[in-house]
């Protein structure tokens, strides 16, 4: 079966900074675009980040520009996402999730779209 495993969160002080990874196992996480999800207590689901599968193409959401960096390494089966200079309204149950770039970038700022594969989050709580 198609697995994606978060993993990487934590708490946190604001102003600190985290590395989220999403591995995959049991298929070739070159043939997706991967997008990063978030979903704080009581709010809707999110999309935060995006990377293609393609050119490596990223896309971002306005409130976390400037500060998270999305990457992938294909031998390792691995997206990740640097976090830095990390605020409280970050805090958020974080999901990676697996399909084509055009949806990927259609989820960042709003609720996501249809994806192929999810994994089950990894929690970052940003609290002094």
């Keep these: 079966q198609v697995q994606l495993v978060e993993s990487g969160g934590g708490l946190v002080q604001p102003g600190g900074s985290l590395r989220l990874s999403c591995a995959a196992s049991r298929f070739t996480l070159d ?31 306005d409130s976390v520009k400037g500060r998270f960096t999305i990457s992938r390494d294909n ?11 990390l605020k409280p309204e970050d805090t958020a149950l974080y999901y990676c999730a697996a399909g084509p770039f055009e949806l990927v970038v259609a989820s960042i700022n709003k609720s996501p779209y249809y994806m192929d594969y999810w994994g089950k989050g990894t929690l970052v709580t940003v609290s002094s």
Excluded: C, H
């Excluded at 043939?31 to 896309?59: C, H, L, M």
């Design 31 to 61: 043939r997706y675009a991967i997008g990063w999800f978030r979903q704080a207590p009581g709010k809707e689901r999110e999309g935060v980040s995006g990377i293609s599968n393609s050119d490596a193409s990223t896309v971002y959401a």
């Design 75 to 85: 031998a390792n089966n691995t997206v990740y996402l640097q976090m830095n200079s």
